[in-house]
C-alpha cells in the first residue's frame, strides 16, 4: 500500500500545503459522522430495537441538528438532496469569520432538519448525505461502497431527483464506480438481456397485476410453517427477496440461500443488509456459491429447499442431475418446487404470442407436463406429492404459478 497515493491529490486540486496535518475533519459533519453511525448506532441504522420493535417500525416526528455541515454546493443544492425526501430544511450560513465579515460566507451550514419517518430512514438518509454534501470520504472508496450505497439507498434513491449526483459524489467521482452504481440503478442501462436483474423486473412488472411474486412468497412460506420447517435452504435464491421474508419469521431457526451467481449473492448481501445485522441475527443467515446440477454436501441437515421460479432456468438436458442433486442425495424431508403456467400466457396482454415470461426461461411447462416430471420425481425418489395452484385461477387455463411439495 502506497500512504502517499492514497492521499495524493490530481495537480491544480484546491488544497492548502498542510491540509493532510490540519483540516476540519474533527470539528465538521463528514464521512467520520457517517461511519461512527454505522458502527455506534448499528442496531438503529438496521430498524432493529429488542426492547421496543414497534417502535422502530413506526415513523415517527424526528429533528436532526447538523451545527457544522460542510455543503460544496449551497443552500439549493442542500434542499435539492433533502426536501425531496419530506424534510423541512432549515439552513443558516457561518460566515468565514464573524470579525471580518468582509471575507464573506464560508462553505459551511448550521442545519435542522424535520421530518416524520422511521428513524432507520433518517440515520440512511444521514449517513449517504453528509459525504454527499461534503463531496469528500477519509477513507479509500472501492467496489464494497456500491452495494453500501444501494442498501443505504434502498427505496429512495434509484426515484431521489438528484440521483446521479448523489452517486458521483458519494463515490468520489470514481468514473467506473459511479457507472456501475448508475447502471444497478437505472431502468434504462444496461440493455435487457445483459442485465438479469432489469430481466427480473420485466416479469415481475408483467405479473404486477396479479401480484405473483408476493402470492409466492406467501405460499411457500405458508406450507413451511404448515411441514413445521425450522432451517430451510432457498437454492437459486436471486437477490433475496424470499429469503427476507424467511429471516423476518423467527420460527426459521436457520436461512441459507444459494446461488450459481456471485453478483446475485452480493445483491441479496446487501438486500439483506447481512453487514447491519447484529450477531444472534446474522448466526442465522448464510449465502452459499452453488450450483443446483451437482451435488452439493451443503444441502445435507436442512427441513426444507425451496426452488422457486428456478427448474425453468435450466437446460432440460440438465433436469435429471438437477432431480439427482436436490432430491436423491440430500434426502430433505421436504422439497418446494415452484414454476410457471405455460397455459396461463395468453392472459398476459403485454405477452406476444408464442414468448415466455422471462429472457432466460428454457422452457415453461402446462400443468400436465409440470404434474407429469413431478410425479415421476416423487415416485422415482420415494416421495409424496402435493400439486397446488398459485394465483388467480381460471377455468380453462389455470393458475398463473404451479407449485409441487414434495413430503417424505
Known amino acids: 500500500m502506497d500512504p502517499v497515493g492514497l492521499v495524493r491529490r490530481p495537480r491544480g486540486a484546491e488544497e492548502f500545503a498542510l491540509s493532510q496535518y490540519t ?67 432549515h439552513a443558516q450560513r457561518i460566515p468565514l469569520d464573524a470579525g471580518f465579515p468582509e471575507w464573506g460566507d464560508s462553505v459551511y451550514f448550521s442545519v435542522v432538519l424535520r421530518a416524520t419517518l422511521r428513524l432507520c430512514e433518517l440515520l440512511r438518509h444521514l449517513t449517504v448525505l453528509v459525504p454527499v454534501l461534503d463531496d469528500d470520504k477519509h477513507y479509500w472508496v472501492g467496489d464494497d461502497e456500491i452495494d453500501k450505497l444501494l442498501a443505504r439507498g434502498e427505496g429512495w ?8 449526483t448523489i452517486t458521483e459524489r458519494y463515490l468520489k467521482h470514481h468514473r467506473v464506480l459511479t457507472s456501475e452504481a448508475l447502471r444497478r440503478l437505472s431502468d434504462d442501462e444496461p440493455t435487457p438481456e445483459e442485465d438479469p ?29 404448515r411441514q413445521g420447517v425450522r432451517r430451510v435452504i432457498d437454492v437459486g435464491c436471486g437477490e433475496g427477496k424470499l429469503l427476507r421474508a424467511l429471516i423476518r419469521d423467527r420460527t426459521f431457526e436457520r436461512v441459507v440461500g444459494m446461488d450459481v451467481s456471485m453478483q446475485s449473492l452480493e ?20 449465502l452459499l456459491q452453488g450450483s443446483l446440477v451437482y451435488r452439493d454436501d451443503r444441502l445435507q441437515g436442512f427441513d426444507a429447499a425451496c426452488a422457486v421460479e428456478v427448474i425453468e432456468h435450466v437446460d432440460a438436458s440438465r433436469l435429471p442431475a438437477l432431480e439427482q442433486a436436490l432430491f436423491e442425495h440430500p434426502q430433505l424431508p421436504c422439497v418446494i418446487v415452484t414454476t410457471p403456467n405455460a397455459e396461463y400466457n395468453v392472459k398476459f396482454q403485454n405477452l406476444p404470442a408464442g414468448h415466455m415470461r422471462h429472457r432466460d426461461h428454457r422452457f415453461e411447462w402446462t400443468r400436465e407436463e409440470f404434474r407429469a416430471w413431478a410425479t415421476g420425481v416423487a415416485e422415482r425418489r420415494g416421495y409424496g406429492l402435493e400439486l397446488e395452484p398459485i394465483g388467480p385461477e381460471d377455468p380453462e387455463l389455470g393458475a398463473p404459478t404451479q407449485m409441487g411439495v414434495f413430503t417424505r
Do not use: C, W
Request: cysteine-free; aromatic content about 2%.
Open 23 to 89: 483540516n476540519d475533519r474533527p470539528y465538521v459533519a463528514s464521512s467520520l459522522l457517517a461511519v461512527a453511525i454505522g458502527r455506534v448506532l448499528g442496531a438503529a441504522l438496521g430498524g432493529r430495537s429488542r426492547e421496543r420493535p414497534e417502535l422502530a417500525a413506526t415513523a415517527i416526528p424526528l429533528e436532526a441538528r447538523l451545527p457544522v455541515l460542510p455543503v460544496r454546493g449551497g443552500e439549493r443544492l442542500l434542499r435539492a438532496l433533502f426536501e425531496p425526501l419530506g424534510y423541512e430544511v
Open 157 to 164: 434513491l434509484a426515484r431521489h431527483p438528484e440521483r446521479d
Open 197 to 225: 436483474e432489469r430481466q427480473l423486473r420485466e416479469e415481475e412488472e408483467l405479473e404486477r397485476p396479479l401480484t405473483l411474486d408476493e402470492q409466492r412468497r406467501e405460499t411457500v412460506l405458508a406450507v413451511l410453517r
Open 267 to 286: 445483491r441479496a448481501k446487501a438486500r439483506l443488509r447481512l453487514d447491519e445485522m447484529n450477531e444472534r441475527q446474522r448466526a442465522r443467515v448464510e
